[in-house]
Nanobody, 116 residues
Framework: QVQLVESGGGLVQPGGSLRLSCLAS????????MSWYRQAPGKERELVAG????????YCADSVKGRFTISRDNAKNTVYLQMNSLKPEDTAVYYC?????????WGQGTQVTVSS
């Protein structure tokens, strides 16, 4: 059974930073590709950042490149999203995503609000 639990969201002023965490349960975390998605009100869910089982291959959407960084700690079964220089348009619910063999799993989401 795979479960993903996000944390770290909240209210932050423009230009501020947040670090999201996604704690995964299940056997074999170190081999799972992991991603972060977000969904703003009235918009479709979009891929923000992703990485393979190693830190050698990462991806960031153009809209967050240079500001967001995805990383993982396999010893802690955790993937992170470091978000710097936050903008109001980054406001959304952020979701953790994992592919485990042929199955896709989602966390419950964590709200990030960027506002002064």
């Amino acid at each position: 059974q795979v479960q993903l639990v996000e944390s770290g969201g909240g209210l932050v002023q423009p230009g501020g930073s947040l670090r999201l965490s996604c704690l995964a349960s299940g056997v074999g975390f170190s081999s799972w590709p992991m991603s972060w998605y977000r969904q703003a009100p009235g918009k479709e869910r979009e891929l923000v950042a992703g990485m393979t089982s190693t830190t050698d291959n990462t991806y960031c959407a153009d809209s967050v490149k240079g500001r967001f960084t995805i990383s993982r700690d396999n010893a802690k079964n955790t993937v992170y999203l470091q978000m710097n220089s936050l903008k109001p348009e980054d406001t959304a619910v952020y979701y953790c995503n994992a592919w485990v063999r042929r199955d896709e799993y989602w966390g419950q989401g964590t709200q990030v609000t960027v506002s002064s």
